[in-house]
């Protein structure tokens, strides 16, 4: 039973959560470590599914191995089978009927609440889950499982506030119209990806907040990150089967989940290949849903820099090496192309960027020396040496990098490639690897290298331009202004932050339908009107029928 509702409840203030620094001798730094020695110290971990707020092995066990040291993995876990996916679905549509019932006001305080567990008690321990098994630095953890995960739950509980006060504004006499925002009949299938712990909190989460139930299958890469986030929403209040927990196979998984009539909406983060896929099998079951389901995908990205001659050459080489090969280039938002007027190229531009690269520590991202750890695994490895290998056989120029070495864990040196070819091989595919393509350009081609940008590959996701003349500023954001959903002015490609700045592409890179935001629930919404009459009708006839 639903408890009455005896105020109009407003949300606390919200914030983004202050990020944590580790500078040498602090006490987070203290913190972080002890929290690292004591994962090393216990794992192998043993992860189960959670269906229905119980712990289930199913025997069916796999690794998620450590990519800086692949010889150690860091848990086993049970993957959900068949009959379990079956299990939490109908346990997930049971939970439904409480939770979406549940007053606006204690939701809320679930996810504000998983917050503060996030900031807090569960803080390093996510964050050394996340850096060991994830491959990230500390500083690259801390944005993510720390800093971004909160902020999706904090903004997410003001967002949702919002979407609910949003009334009809007009009321016609004896009438009274107002608007709910009810969860979507069935279940959501959340998938999540190995490279942001914060995304699987919030790709099951968001959803979760406007009434829904989820099915969430994390990436096998990113399982015991995942499984601890899990742990503390349901230690922040989430009931059990509102978010089932289901590891596995995703071709097994997912296909098990989409034909379910009950299916009704994905929520995804992974690669353009696959979302495709999945929304042309969605395709195909359409006629088993009890309604269209919601589509919500962030897939790839090729993202560029494009400098103007009036760059500050400074910072625009700073931003290119953090936007490169922060977190080895394993974000969707990456920067991987580079264009780069003559002018600068051969007046300190170049030699700048190499210089900085070069200084690039790569090793264990658990020490704290280094900037770079691996890539996350053997599949990803040979992908992006594939590619290294395709781009020396094209005659590309490697100015820095373009060696690999997974004799221990999968590291790959920062690479950068000049070509004269814009339209080679690595400067049009997703890599989704330390790999930076340059293309030199004349300084009269700024248009005209805007509009080559522009139609050189299928995505939209990321992209920046540097300079300091406004009006070759304004031309360039007019000629790319589809494409990059995410578009910034002399700062770097990577970073969006919930609250600042709604992160989305469309073209081959997603639904744009701006994560960090108020869009985003939206989808995951369906409204009905209510239109109530305190005057009852005196006749049927209208005044135009009189003679």
Known sequence: MSTPTLATFKVPQVDNEPMKHYAPGSPERKALQAAIDQMKQELPFEVHCVVNG????????????????????????????????????????????????????????????????????????????????????AWQAEIDAAAEMADFFRFGVKYVEQLYSQQPEKNSAGVWNRVEYRALEGFILAVSPFNFTAIGGNLSGAPAMVGNVALWKPSPMAVYANYITHQLLTEAGVPPGVIQFVPGPAEEVVAKAISSPHFAGLHFTGSTFVFRKLWKDIALNLDKYKA?????????????????????????????????FEYQGQKCSACSRLYVPRSLWEDGFKEKLVSETKAIKVGDPTEWGNFLGPVIGRAAYDKVMGYIK???????????????????????????????????????????GPVLTVYVYEDADYEKTAHLIDETTQYGLTGSIFGTERKALLTASNILRNAAGNFYINEKSTGAVVGQQPFGGSRASGTNDKAGSISIFYRFVSARSIKEGFVGLQEWSYPSNLV
Not at 296 to 308: Q, R, S, Y
Request: proline share 4%; glycine share 10%; with cysteine.
């Open 54 to 137: 119980r712990d289930v092995k199913t025997g069916k066990l796999a690794k998620q191995p450590i990519p800086h040291a692949h010889a150690s993995h860091l848990c086993t876990y049970h993957e959900a089978t068949p009959e379990l996916i079956d299990a939490a679905i109908s346990g997930a549509l049971a939970a439904k009927k409480e939770w979406e019932l549940l007053p606006w006001s204690e939701r809320a305080a679930v996810f504000l609440k998983a917050a503060d567990l996030i900031s807090g008690k569960y803080r390093y321990k996510l964050l050394a889950a996340t850096m060991i098994g994830q491959g990230k630095t």
């Open 390 to 432: 395709k781009a020396k056989d094209a005659g590309g120029e490697f100015i820095v990098g373009g060696t690999g070495d997974d004799s221990k864990g999968y590291f790959i040196q920062p690479t950068i490639i000049v070509t004269k070819d814009p339209k080679s091989v690595t400067i049009v595919e997703e890599i989704f």
């Open 292 to 324: 269209y389901p919601r589509i919500v995908g962030e897939t790839g990205g090729k993202n560029f820099h494009l400098v103007h001659a009036s760059a500050d050459v400074e910072n625009a080489v700073h931003q290119t090496v953090r936007g490169a």
